[in-house]
């Protein structure tokens, strides 16, 4: 868990480190609409992402989120791609 960062309204929440949850954050205290295209207002980013990638935008890059392996120790900075690791290891 940690504070958002969307830096044209500071909402002062906190933001569970998952990209649906991002997202839920987004739509529903920042106003980003699903069929948006949006900018990235976090600090020093003007990546522009469709709504449904932002939040594994903000987890993987902003957030650093990393994801360890259980069988090998391997760290992965996205969840989707850990979970295809796993399957194979």
């Given at each position: 868990v940690r504070a958002c960062g969307w830096?044209?309204?500071?909402?002062g929440l906190f933001v569970e480190m998952?990209?649906?949850?991002?997202?839920?954050?987004?739509?529903?205290?920042?106003?980003?609409?699903?069929?948006?295209?949006?900018?990235?207002?976090?600090?020093?980013?003007?990546?522009?992402?469709a709504m449904l990638s932002l939040g594994?935008?903000?987890?993987?890059?902003?957030?650093?989120?990393?994801?360890?392996?259980?069988?090998?120790?391997?760290?992965?900075?996205?969840?989707?791609?850990?979970?295809?690791?796993?399957?194979?290891?």
């Amino acid at each position: 868990v940690r504070a958002c960062g969307w830096t044209n309204q500071p909402c002062g929440l906190f933001v569970e480190m998952d990209q649906a949850r991002i997202a839920y954050h987004l739509l529903h205290w920042h106003g980003v609409q699903p069929t948006d295209t949006a900018v990235c207002k976090f600090e020093d980013c003007s990546r522009s992402e469709a709504m449904l990638s932002l939040g594994r935008h903000i987890e993987s890059v902003h957030y650093t989120t990393s994801y360890e392996c259980p069988y090998c120790g391997g760290r992965h900075s996205r969840s989707d791609s850990s979970y295809r690791h796993q399957a194979t290891c």
